[in-house]
């Protein structure tokens, strides 16, 4: 056995000033400078240790930049100690912290010197890395242990030592085939939900009497394997509880009075599923039933399209989580068989400048989320070759404790390619990454003496993605299902092989040997090995005939292959280790046992708001004018450009993004919605657009009124781009505390109603979605949040549309009637006035939005853009800003009761409202198009570097593109 | 026949499905070829007549950009690699492509034409943005005068394209080593701003901080050449941001196949 320890250092002795300032941030002053090094472990089980040379090789190609790098190689290293101070023997102001990844964390650049060094012919060789910081200033242990903690290290993944770090090799324990028997029998209600507990089941009462029953007429207790399946599958993730359920809903007026009462035979049926039956569009492939909605593109393709949530993963290790989440979710397109072709990325944070001593004890700072969240779906989403094309970012004080990462994907799959019955007699093959601990319970896996810190979270582990090892997914699932290798596909998510192979098998049953998983270390017990939500894998069910086939792709995209068993059609799921049963029961149980719960919720009606805007406005401090409002409006975190995250996202690559995330001659304005054209249809005019809405702001206010304007945002989002409004399909994302409160459920079913009535107004179906329920921190529910995602289809990509002005002298329309709608609004919350009427839904907007589709389709619309946040106003001085030219308007000439106060036409957020840049040759030609429509001409685009605000002629203010650009880009304006 | 060009896919590239677009618009006829099957001998460099090491991250770049891939390119082909170019056939590196000739040793490449340097006496890099970060925007290049790889001199208004990297900033160890490049006519690409005029490392017109606004080198011979940005993103003009036709990156792709044929 050999050791060695390799540290490479940057020439430049330049230390990392982000690191510092954040330090600073924390209260830590004294911390002068920061540095990084990266280090390498390498141990070596061969007889014959790798010569100085082979050491030299491995650093020069793979370890050293010669150009920017210096290496320094020790062996055997020093013993490890935990002084932090670089020599101990003098007090000196240089201190140490090396952090590394737990055992068991995905450490990609480990698995790759090992092979890289087979290569160069070191065999037998194994590595860990780690990172070293050398921190200077007079800093107490106290103030190392607060930055390690803090900053350098996220307990949840890495550990860390103050001097040098001792390395851990992937070694496990030994094989264990320990199989549990839990006797359920005779126990009472405290006592098994105590079971539930004790074994992280969150199984209710009523199901774990409902698992008792069962044992007990078949005469045996559970095995672990078979209570873990059952938890698994009867959970709220798995199985959507909540919105199966049957609800005693009632909705009360602002009073307290019952307006109404009555029952919900499940949100998901009676709103959402009902909502996609009623529009009855036929172009819609598949709603509902697979692991992404589909929708039809053109002759040869469908176009498949899926939202998830990674919520709790993020809130803990935020690269990880939010890594994952984009994993998760691109494996449910990979799962439809069809090629991902895009992300998206909606996220709700914290505030960002909150002050260090405000965060309440046991979470992240905001910031450190967001820059986390941020750099994991870059990394991913970036690494799989996936532009990330459409999003959003909402700043909101709710979000504190509980982040939102919303992940979306798009693929491409030929019609009628994907195939759903597996047959029996399939082989049930594993594809992909190896199985470890990952997601199991949480943090019990590490064990103690590895770390002094006491692991507090429960919950699942996060883990670091590979998104290299999901790339060979893509493209070996891709050439199978060219080659028609196999019967049925889904993906290994929340609940591992157990969800994968337990809905797979529902109808044939399944046996399934589990010690022919592929694992990462040994030492997993069966539960373990079934439940384990390890990433980047998928099951398919495969005739034997196919075997070889499908393992020479294996072989050519070097993903790992192993054939786990067959689809037995007996019904019956039967779980194996080394030959012996230890999961047995009929499928019909584990599918069809569940009781379905049964929920009270009320709603009680936002208290109308009598006061008129006047009184507000003669309350308000300090005193705000117009235009200090719009550059407020305009540098408030929600609305204000996100250029410096998105442009850490690659939104080119597959060369078909056709109307990016910012536009405009300097690319710096902000767009609707993406355009794309997918790589291999570049033969017909068809592309796609993607946006979003969202709006937990006006939720505060009203659900409905929040669930009616995200359908409306998301939709108007897609017209302006150049969707065609008969061809949108929606996707809903729930994301909401307790259900089990009946005030929080009832503002869920309000919510549902809202999505219902919106999605038949625009003949529009929902064919995916999901929810998120539980999002609370100490008692706390996030704002209940809905997100709206839209995939529509551009039926020509030469007639799409931004948002910037084009010309000056073009005229400029406002579509739809403006009314007394502040409720909810960005201007309410600047005032500090939650009242006022919410956004209503508007009559007919699909004879609106049809309309300027068909105006669009003729070239009539030079640009076109949204009122959402911030009303008129800010969309226009957006419209300014992205085509740095300016605009003269006159809000009396806008379409609205008598305006008894210039705010109201200025700033507020009725839906349904569009702005049209028009070239004067065109005008009568849109009018004609637009007549019979609430338009009106409300001015146009001038040379000028000013946008003009008057009110019937009379000036109220202007505002210069510089002011514009300088408020709406902050610091990243340059 | 159309000239045949390799587009080598290695574990985790990912940009391969545009350049071969882009080639096929060029009027070639591009493969995409796993180096698997490179490896095994299905495909070999010997069948083509031009070779393309597109975009992505290869092996997850885990260990640097380009670098794991640069030690299969030296483990397994080094042979067949330097006669490919040698005979003096084209080869072009995009972003994880340029990286990997770079961390290769392949460019600039020695002095001596077609060969190649020890990788631990590389004296040019690709390293980590000036900025620290990823970054996706457009960008436009010009093609140096008088740089070696002579069928560039055909591109006479600059290309405009997309950067989309997190190494993509070309340092030198020296000074001479620059001045090494520039009297050589090694330097093939610099960044500019919409007229032409040189960045003078103003971000974002550079948008990674590389000495010299340095955005493409080639090698000796001329017919090795590397780029950070991406031509074959830019192919159409309707893929084009600011829709004024210009700049299409389909004439690097024209002028590198047509110099395959002489």
């Not at chain 1, 084009?806 to 909810?824: A, D, H, S, V, Y």
Request: glycine share 10%.
């Amino acid at each position: 056995m050999s050791n060695f320890r390799i540290e490479v250092t940057k020439q430049s002795e330049e230390g990392d000033p982000r690191i510092a300032a954040a330090a600073h941030r924390l209260g830590i002053s004294s911390l002068r400078s920061c540095n990084k090094t990266q280090l390498f472990f390498l141990t070596c089980r061969a007889a014959a240790a790798p010569s100085p040379d082979q050491i030299n090789r491995l650093c020069d190609f793979l370890l050293v930049d010669p150009v920017t790098e210096s290496a320094q190689v020790i062996s055997p290293p020093r013993p490890c100690s935990d002084d932090s101070r670089i020599q101990p023997s003098n007090a000196s102001n240089e201190h140490v912290v090396e952090v590394a990844l737990r055992p068991g964390v995905t450490d990609v650049a480990a698995r790759v010197l090992e092979r890289g060094a087979a290569e160069l012919g070191i065999h037998d060789l194994e590595a860990a890395t780690a990172t070293r910081y050398r921190l200077t200033g007079d800093l107490s242990r106290t103030d190392l242990h607060r930055l390690a903690r803090d900053l350098l290290c996220n307990d949840t993944i890495e550990r860390y030592s103050l001097g040098a770090i001792e390395p851990l090799f992937g070694h496990g324990s030994d094989a264990r085939d320990y199989v549990e028997q839990v006797s359920l029998a005779g126990l009472n209600e405290e006592e098994l939900l105590a079971c539930s507990r004790e074994r992280l089941l969150s199984l209710d009462a009523e199901e774990m009497k409902e698992i008792q029953g069962f044992y007990d007429e078949i005469g045996r207790a559970p095995t672990d394997v078979e209570l873990e399946t059952l938890a698994q599958t009867w959970s709220e993730h798995c199985v959507h509880k909540t919105f199966k359920s049957n609800i005693a809903f009632t909705l009360r007026s602002a009073g307290g009075q019952a307006l109404s009462v009555g029952e919900i035979q499940g949100l998901l049926r009676s709103y959402i599923q009902a909502a996609t039956e009623k529009v009855n569009r036929s172009w819609v492939r598949s709603a509902f039933v697979d692991d992404a909605g589909i929708i039809e593109f053109d002759d040869q393709y469908d176009l498949a399209f899926k939202v998830e949530t990674h919520n709790h993963p993020s809130a803990l290790e935020p690269f990880g989580g939010a890594n994952t989440g984009i994993g998760g979710v691109v494996r449910d397109i990979i799962a439809v068989s069809a090629r991902p072709v895009a992300c998206t990325d909606v996220l709700c944070f914290g505030p960002q400048e909150l002050p260090p001593e405000e965060l309440p004890a046991g979470i992240l700072h905001p910031a450190r989320v967001q820059e986390g969240v941020v750099a994991g779906i870059g990394d991913y989403g970036n690494k799989l070759g996936l532009p990330t094309v459409n999003g959003a970012v909402i700043y909101d004080d709710g979000y504190l404790g509980n982040p939102l990462v919303f992940c979306g994907a798009v693929g491409l799959l030929p019609k009628g390619s994907h195939p759903t019955e597996p047959r029996q007699g399939d082989r049930i093959v594993v594809l992909g990454g190896r199985t470890g601990r990952d997601g199991i319970h949480g943090a019990t896996f590490s064990s103690a003496e590895l770390t002094q810190e006491t692991h507090t979270k429960s919950g699942s582990a996060v883990q670091i993605g590979d998104p290299i090892t999901e790339k060979g997914l893509i493209e070996l699932v891709e050439a199978a299902r060219d080659g028609r290798l196999y019967n049925a596909i889904t993906d290994c998510g929340a609940g591992g092989l157990s969800s994968a192979v337990g809905e797979m098998g529902e109808k044939l049953g399944a046996d399934i040997e589990l010690q022919d998983v592929p694992l990462k270390y040994p030492g997993l017990t069966p539960w373990e090995i079934w439940l384990s939500e390890a990433q980047e894998r998928m099951v398919l069910a495969v005739p034997p005939a196919n075997l070889s086939r499908l393992q020479d792709l294996a072989d050519l995209w070097e993903v790992e292959m192993r054939d786990l068993g067959r689809f037995s059609g007996d019904g019956w799921l039967r779980v194996r280790y080394g030959g012996r049963a230890v999961a047995e029961m009929p499928m019909s149980f584990l599918h069809d046992g569940l009781p379905i719960p049964s929920r009270t919720a009320f709603y009680e009606e936002p208290a109308p708001d009598h006061s008129s805007l006047q009184t507000v406005l003669a309350r308000a401090r300090p005193k705000l004018k117009e235009k200090a409002l719009l550059l407020q409006m305009l540098s408030h975190p929600t609305v204000a450009s996100k250029e410096r995250i998105v442009r850490t996202y690659d939104h080119e690559v597959r060369g078909g993004t056709l109307v990016r995330p910012f536009v405009g001659p300097h690319m710096d304005g902000p767009a609707d919605a993406a355009v794309l054209k997918p790589v291999g249809t570049w033969g017909h005019g068809r592309a796609f657009a993607l946006s979003a809405g969202i709006n937990p702001l006006l939720g505060k206010r009203d659900c409905y009124a929040m669930a009616v304007s995200a359908v409306d945002e998301a939709f108007r989002n897609a017209v302006s781009v150049g969707a065609d409004p008969d061809q949108i399909a929606l996707l809903d994302n729930f994301c909401w505390g307790n259900p089990t409160f009946p005030d929080r459920l009832g503002a869920l079913v309000r919510t549902c109603q809202g999505c219902y009535d919106a999605a038949v107004r625009y003949n529009a179906p929902y064919i995916s979605g999901k929810d998120s329920l539980y999002n609370e921190f100490e008692g706390q529910p996030i704002p209940g949040t809905l997100l709206i995602s839209a995939i529509g289809i551009v039926p020509d990509m030469r007639r799409t549309c931004t948002s910037h002005l084009k010309r000056p002298g073009n005229f400029i329309f406002l579509l739809g009637e403006t009314r007394e709608e502040l409720g909810g609004s960005l201007l309410g919350q600047l005032l500090g006035w939650n009242g006022g009427d919410p956004p209503s839904l508007p009559e007919e907007p699909l004879k609106r939005y049809r309309a300027v589709h068909a105006a669009m389709q003729a070239g009539l619309i030079q640009s076109c853009h949204d009122l959402s946040e911030g009303g008129l106003a800010v969309a226009l001085a957006e419209m300014c800003l992205g085509g740095r030219l300016g605009a003269a308007v006159d809000i009396a000439a806008a379409i609205g009761s008598s305006f008894s106060h210039p705010y109201i036409p200025l700033f507020s957020e009725t839906n349904g409202r569009l702005l049209l840049e028009v070239a004067p040759p065109d005008r009568a030609a849109l009018e004609e198009v637009l007549s019979d429509l609430p338009i009106a001409l409300i001015g146009e685009v001038t040379e000028s570097e000013q946008l003009a605000w008057a009110r019937n002629r009379q000036p109220i203010f202007n505002i210069s593109i510089e002011e514009i650009v300088s408020a709406w880009k902050g610091a990243e304006a340059e | 026949m159309n000239l045949p060009v390799l587009i080598l896919h290695a574990t985790g590239t990912n940009r391969d499905a545009e350049a071969a677009r882009a080639c096929e618009l060029a009027g070639a006829s591009p493969h995409i070829v796993h180096v698997n099957q490179l490896r095994e001998g299905i495909r070999r460099f010997s069948d083509f007549g031009m070779l393309v090491l597109p975009g992505g991250f290869s092996y997850g770049d885990a260990l640097g950009a380009g670098v794991r891939q640069a030690l299969d390119l030296h483990v397994f082909f080094h042979e067949e690699l330097t006669d490919f170019i040698q005979t003096g056939k084209p080869v072009l590196g995009i972003c994880n492509g340029f990286q990997t000739l770079v961390k290769a040793g392949l460019l600039p490449g020695a002095a001596d034409d077609g060969g190649r340097r020890s990788v631990a006496r590389r004296d040019v890099t690709l390293t980590h943005n000036a900025r620290d970060r990823f970054e996706c925007r457009w960008v436009h290049l010009a093609v140096e005068q008088g740089a070696r790889a002579g069928c560039l001199a055909q591109l006479r208004e600059p290309v405009f394209c997309p950067v989309a990297h997190g190494e993509g900033n070309f340092q030198v160890s020296d000074n001479e080593t620059l001045g090494r490049l520039e009297k050589d006519g090694l330097v093939a690409f610099r960044y500019v701003d919409s007229n032409g005029a040189r960045a003078d490392g103003r971000y974002p017109l550079n948008p990674n901080g590389s000495v010299a606004d340095i955005a493409g080198i080639c090698n000796r011979a001329g017919n090795v050449i590397g780029l950070m940005p991406h031509p074959e993103d830019h192919v159409d003009p309707i893929q084009n941001p600011l829709g004024d036709g210009k700049g299409l990156g389909l004439s690097l792709f024209r002028a590198m196949i047509a110099s395959a044929g002489r």
